[in-house]
């Protein structure tokens, strides 16, 4: 069977590895991934940025949907549909065995591949738990890729008054008019800072959201952004260390720092599927691109670059039923 592996910055190819077999250990699933879409937390290993040592056979996947298999756990039979998440991302296998605490249903009442949303989904509620009420507050949030998206969509359901949605690419922007934001700057162009000062008469934002992480972190910006008593929510997944960071000014200004890391797969993930089921989000707009598997360098070189207004990147298995209403 195939498996994925990064053999080299920027180059990713299919290899062949031994089949899986459920172990004595009680509790687990034989998955069959169907269709997957690519997260910016994949990049590093694609590219080799020296944030993370150098990938093993199946990195980087982990939003995928598909069928279980087989099982030797209670919770699902062989030819459920499914949302399963690998452990540290090394999901890329035409089958591998996880834990089945690691997945959840798929809701019935929706296109499968919309349903497969609700893994980024719930890594933004997650996040978004842990914050006070939204109601009328103002929020900006730096980086308006998919996870930018998300946040945005959810924010506008839960009451925020104003959504500035900050990023250096102006499509990303246009796709942020229909995630719900009421503001757009692009970083590229204007200076955010100034955007920001100006469009809340200097108040500045209640609440900050860094959705870049990686090399191209924001935290500075965003700490520049927020009110006196404010947050800063760091979502976006930071190198091991970080230099030239600020920390006077957020020091300065009393503000309180949020990071979020590992979703409650009993709560977030189901949360957001049941979101994303009843109509409460609509997520269809970011997926925007699909690859076949056979395709799959120019899938990883296409959610890289950022091309061609690409949010999120889909790949499709082999097994792929094409699954919709």
């Known amino acids: 069977m195939f498996a994925g592996h990064i053999s080299a910055p920027n180059k990713i190819e299919l290899v062949e590895v031994e089949e899986p077999k459920l172990s004595n250990q009680r509790g687990e699933i034989l998955f069959q991934p169907e269709c997957a879409c690519l997260c910016g937390s994949d990049m590093p290993f694609f590219t080799m940025s020296g944030e993370v040592d150098t990938p093993v056979v199946g990195h980087s996947l982990h939003e995928m949907i598909g069928s279980v298999i087989d099982t030797n756990g209670s919770k699902f039979k062989p030819g459920d549909r499914v949302l399963a998440v690998p452990v540290y991302q090394v999901g890329f ?15 019935d009442n929706i296109a499968e591949d919309i349903a497969m949303m609700a893994q980024p989904l719930g890594t933004v509620l997650y996040a978004l738990r842990k914050l006070p009420n939204m109601l009328g507050k103002t929020v900006a949030i730096v980086g308006q890729g998919p996870i930018g998206q998300l946040f945005t969509l ?10 500035i949605a900050i990023d250096p690419l102006a499509a990303r922007l246009e796709v942020s008019r229909k995630s719900g934001a009421t503001h757009f700057i692009c970083n590229g162009d204007a200076d955010p800072v100034e955007e920001v000062t100006r469009i809340t008469n200097g108040a500045m934002v209640d609440v900050v959201i860094e959705a870049v992480g990686h090399q191209y972190q924001q935290l500075n910006l965003c700490a520049k952004l927020v009110k006196k008593f404010g947050m800063l929510v760091y979502f976006g997944v930071p190198a091991q260390t970080i230099e030239n960071v600020g920390w006077g000014e957020v020091f300065r200004k009393n503000l309180t720092v949020v990071t979020s890391v590992e979703p409650d797969f009993s709560l977030d993930f189901p949360l957001a599927m049941q979101w994303i089921s009843e109509g409460r989000v609509d997520v269809s707009h970011l997926l925007t691109h699909r690859y076949p598997l056979s395709d799959i360098q120019k899938a990883y070189e296409h959610f890289r670059d950022k091309t061609d207004g690409s949010i999120k990147v889909l790949i499709e298995f082999p097994s792929w039923k094409h699954k919709t209403l």
């Open 93 to 107: 296998f035409e089958r591998y065995v996880l834990s089945e605490e690691r997945a959840i249903p798929l809701a």
């Open 154 to 163: 959810a924010l506008r359901n839960l009451g925020a008054s104003r959504i």
